[in-house]
T-cell receptor, first 116, second 114 residues
């Protein structure tokens, strides 16, 4: 399977703990996105990478959130001092380099975070 | 500012019925892209279609068809002869070339009953 993969699929943590999620994009895709989806809502954009550069961050991405893509391949999203309001599905997507299909984003299965 | 509205929160149909999911969008850009995604109970968003703003041709893919009308800022999705496997949440989304975020609607939950 050469789709976007995310790990873990589920994470339960206690309030105040730090968590880290990983995303592996489709191999030839140089652009990577993180989204958050809460129950009954559509995904909301968090941040965007082109290769290893983080080019855009949403205002939703508070200072407790940090994302990296050190070698331009996989990416990690860390949440420090988790709060119950952080409970959501965290989705990763990737898209190919600029060209005909570059505006199509392909999503992974998501990591469901529950903060107790 | 970009905005996507899916006014139908939930739709329930009986198998073999046709169903149309509505999507209305707002954007100031003249160039933009519209998408439909399917999110089955497993949770993964499945890409269905992309439509460029300069291409108003409607598209048909099997039982799926899409009606793009710039005059009404709508990009509606019709499933013909619905099947139980079509049950999912469907999202309409919009992106603009100068923005890297994709703006999603709130989704329409479609239930197809046997």
């Amino acid at each position: 399977d050469t789709g976007v993969s995310q790990d873990p699929r589920h994470k339960i943590t206690k309030r105040g703990q730090n968590v880290t999620f990983r995303c592996d994009p489709i191999s030839e895709h140089n652009r990577l996105y993180w989204y958050r989806q809460t129950l009954g809502q559509g995904p909301e954009f968090l941040t965007y990478f082109q290769n290893e550069a983080q080019l855009e961050k949403s205002r939703l991405l508070s200072d407790r959130f940090s994302a990296e893509r050190p070698k331009g391949s996989f990416s990690t999203l860390e949440i420090q001092r988790t709060e119950q309001g952080d409970s959501a599905m965290y989705l990763c997507a990737s898209s190919p380099p600029l060209g005909g299909r570059s505006y199509e984003q392909y999503f992974g299965p998501g990591t469901r975070l529950t903060v107790t | 500012a970009q905005k996507v509205t899916q006014a139908q929160t939930e739709i329930s149909v009986v198998e073999k019925e046709d169903v149309t999911l509505d999507c209305v969008y707002e954007t100031r850009d003249t160039t933009y892209y519209l998408f439909w995604y399917k999110q089955p109970p497993s949770g993964e968003l499945v890409f269905l279609i992309r439509r460029n703003s300069f291409d108003e041709q409607n598209e048909i893919s099997g039982r799926y068809s899409w009606n793009f009308q710039k005059s009404t800022s709508s990009f509606n999705f019709t499933i013909t002869a619905s099947q139980v496997v079509d049950s999912a949440v469907y999202f309409c989304a919009l992106s603009e070339p100068n923005n890297n975020d994709m703006r999603f609607g709130a989704g329409t939950r479609l239930t197809v009953k046997p």
